[in-house]
């Protein structure tokens, strides 16, 4: 029963790591999108 738990717990937060990177990704996107690169990188 313990294995199962924990299973289920690295599976969900895999699942929410993965989701949580896919939406900082998109975000970035609209940020490179909507500004220039000297904002963010301050070149």
Partial sequence: ??????TV???TSIG???VASA???AK???LV???NCESCHGA
């Fill in 16 to 18: 929410f790591t993965s």
């Fill in 23 to 25: 939406a900082s990704k």
């Fill in 28 to 30: 970035g996107q609209v």
């Fill in 1 to 6: 029963m313990k294995f199962a738990l924990i």
């Fill in 9 to 11: 717990a690295l599976l």
């Fill in 33 to 35: 999108e909507t500004a």
